[in-house]
């Protein structure tokens, strides 16, 4: 049973297409005064539905499709409109590279960016907003039982966030109660009408006492399930959580059929070989600048660590004032700085184009987790549970900890920020696919053209 309902991202979808037919109407029905006959609508129809798969590509890359906070409304109005401006802008291109169609729409198609800028906010904020909390009618009622700071934070979330299709009735922290009070308290809780499930920890010991008794609850009821609470967090905050896994979480989540690692490779070869051969034209540019900012050396060479831990050597353009070799002195920081031509290359991410080799050699992958420096790697392992799980898959240029964590340590041993990194790579690392890579390249298509990182 999955409690994160997906399919309202199917709705939203199906909305977004629903308002762009309607915004087509509106913006004949304004162009014209008065309402658009059939044979009117249809010969605009036909070469719009074309333009409608190209700007969900570009919603989709506008991060319109992503998890919905607080924080994303706030900006909703602007993503919507730069996004449709973005659509106009393809849809004039359309209509002059493909004159077949017979239309040079320039006033409908700028009566279609208000219209359907208007339209699209008032479907995504004020109606999708309310939309899938009178879809499931009343939210599901269940039961955390589990302690320590993560099993905290999933409650806070759960209790703050109304636009979930449950809530939990009560948390019982087993860190507070003896187990038999943990068992009685879980038990009389569950065994109330209304309530439709139970998260655990299936480490606690607190459970693992009353599991055989909790199970049986299960058959005593119409509708209610035990959910690992790993599995919900990881739905909700889309990374795992460090303070619940265990060794037999991280084994199980190893495994990849032959088939989907071939087929990963193969992306790999023929995505980083076009991908190098479109950029090769940009070397020279690149080493001008280079040399012309402080007449260094263009490339350096760094040794990280790959694949079940064995060294690799990567190459990349330089931008910094040496090479950045992960080994700091007593203060931990290095004593080297971005140049100016280097901070342009770390934003476009040009400096890291020279590792498509790497890509091609199957040193790296184009998704996996940041390949670390040799000295960094063996203080997070030190330091840090877990850590060596991030070497059990290749190494990447992007990845899910990459384009979902922004405070990556730079220049510096981070070890609290390094394991917010590591709860996201171990999430790659359980459902990793290729469906999943290409969301992470798209994204990341998405960051470099918004410039945001570094």
Same mark, same amino acid.
């Given at each position: 049973?999955?409690?994160?309902?997906?399919?309202?991202?199917?709705?939203?979808?199906?909305?977004?297409? +629903?308002?762009?037919?309607?915004?087509?109407?509106?913006?004949?029905?304004?162009?014209?005064?008065?309402?658009?006959?059939?044979?009117?609508?249809?010969?605009?129809?036909?070469?719009?539905?074309?333009?409608? *798969?190209?700007?969900?590509?570009?919603?989709?890359?506008?991060?319109?499709?992503?998890?919905?906070?607080?924080?994303?409304?706030?900006?909703?109005?602007?993503?919507?409109?730069?996004?449709?401006?973005?659509?106009?802008?393809?849809?004039?291109?359309?209509?002059?590279?493909?004159?077949?169609?017979?239309? +040079?729409?320039?006033?409908?198609?700028?009566?279609?960016?208000?219209?359907?800028?208007?339209?699209?906010?008032?479907?995504?904020?004020?109606?999708?907003?309310?939309?899938?909390?009178?879809?499931?009618?009343?939210?599901?009622?269940?039961?955390?039982?589990?302690?320590?700071?993560?099993?905290?934070?999933?409650?806070?979330? *759960?209790?703050?966030?109304?636009?979930?299709?449950?809530?939990?009735?009560?948390?019982?922290?087993?860190?507070?109660?003896?187990?038999?009070? *943990?068992?009685?308290?879980?038990?009389?809780?569950?065994?109330?009408?209304?309530?439709?499930?139970?998260?655990?920890?299936?480490?606690?010991? +607190?459970?693992?006492?009353?599991?055989?008794?909790?199970?049986?609850?299960?058959?005593?009821?119409?509708?209610?399930?035990?959910?690992?609470?790993?599995?919900?967090? /990881?739905?909700?905050?889309?990374?795992?959580?460090?303070?619940?896994?265990?060794?037999?979480?991280?084994?199980?989540?190893?495994?990849?059929?032959?088939?989907?690692?071939?087929?990963?490779?193969?992306?790999?070869?023929?995505?980083?070989?076009?991908?190098?051969?479109?950029?090769?034209?940009?070397?020279?540019?690149?080493?001008?600048?280079?040399?012309?900012?402080?007449?260094?050396?263009?490339?350096?060479?760094?040794?990280?660590?790959?694949?079940?831990?064995?060294?690799?050597?990567?190459?990349?353009?330089?931008?910094?004032?040496?090479?950045?070799?992960?080994?700091?002195?007593?203060?931990?920081?290095?004593?080297?700085?971005?140049?100016?031509?280097?901070?342009?290359?770390?934003?476009?991410?040009?400096?890291?184009?020279?590792?498509?080799?790497?890509?091609?050699?199957?040193?790296?992958?184009? *998704?996996?987790?940041?390949?670390?420096?040799?000295?960094?790697?063996?203080?997070?392992?030190?330091?840090?549970?877990?850590?060596? +799980?991030?070497?059990?898959?290749?190494?990447?240029?992007?990845?899910?900890?990459?384009?979902?964590?922004?405070?990556?340590?730079?220049?510096?041993?981070?070890?609290? /920020?390094?394991?917010?990194?590591?709860?996201?790579?171990?999430?790659?690392?359980?459902?990793?696919?290729?469906?999943?890579?290409?969301?992470?390249?798209? /994204?990341?298509?998405?960051?470099?053209?918004?410039?945001?990182?570094?």
């Amino acid at each position: 049973m999955s409690l994160v309902r997906k399919r309202e991202y199917v709705v939203l979808l199906i909305g977004d297409v +629903a308002v762009f037919g309607i915004s087509l109407w509106m913006t004949l029905f304004v162009r014209y005064w008065r309402a658009p006959d059939p044979e009117l609508f249809l010969t605009h129809l036909v070469p719009f539905s074309f333009l409608f *798969v190209a700007w969900l590509g570009v919603f989709f890359l506008a991060g319109l499709y992503g998890k919905h906070t607080r924080l994303f409304r706030s900006k909703l109005p602007t993503t919507i409109f730069y996004a449709q401006l973005i659509n106009v802008l393809l849809a004039a291109l359309f209509f002059f590279l493909i004159p077949a169609f017979g239309l +040079a729409p320039k006033t409908i198609l700028v009566l279609y960016l208000l219209i359907s800028s208007i339209l699209i906010y008032l479907w995504r904020v004020p109606i999708f907003s309310h939309l899938p909390m009178l879809l499931r009618g009343r939210r599901l009622k269940g039961v955390l039982i589990a302690s320590g700071p993560d099993a905290k934070l999933l409650a806070q979330e *759960v209790a703050s966030d109304n636009r979930l299709p449950f809530m939990f009735a009560q948390v019982v922290d087993t860190s507070k109660s003896a187990s038999h009070q *943990v068992i009685q308290q879980a038990l009389r809780l569950a065994a109330e009408d209304d309530m439709a499930f139970l998260v655990v920890d299936f480490s606690d010991k +607190a459970f693992e006492a009353a599991r055989p008794i909790m199970y049986s609850t299960i058959f005593q009821k119409e509708r209610f399930v035990i959910i690992d609470i790993v599995e919900l967090y /990881q739905e909700v905050f889309d990374r795992v959580p460090l303070s619940l896994v265990t060794y037999e979480w991280v084994l199980s989540s190893v495994s990849a059929s032959r088939l989907s690692g071939a087929l990963k490779r193969a992306l790999d070869i023929i995505g980083a070989a076009v991908l190098g051969i479109i950029s090769l034209p940009f070397y020279p540019c690149v080493a001008l600048a280079i040399k012309l900012d402080d007449r260094g050396p263009v490339f350096i060479l760094q040794e990280r660590v790959g694949r079940y831990q064995k060294p690799i050597r990567v190459v990349k353009f330089r931008s910094m004032t040496g090479n950045d070799r992960g080994e700091y002195g007593e203060d931990g920081k290095t004593k080297l700085s971005v140049t100016r031509v280097g901070n342009f290359l770390r934003r476009s991410r040009i400096d890291e184009l020279p590792q498509l080799w790497a890509v091609l050699k199957g040193d790296l992958s184009l *998704v996996g987790p940041r390949p670390e420096f040799p000295a960094l790697s063996r203080e997070y392992s030190a330091k840090i549970p877990y850590y060596n +799980a991030r070497h059990l898959i290749t190494p990447g240029l992007t990845g899910w900890a990459q384009i979902k964590h922004h405070a990556h340590p730079h220049h510096a041993p981070d070890i609290e /920020q390094t394991k917010h990194k590591l709860s996201h790579d171990l999430y790659y690392l359980k459902h990793r696919s290729l469906l999943l890579d290409l969301f992470i390249i798209l /994204q990341t298509i998405r960051i470099i053209l918004t410039a945001r990182g570094s």
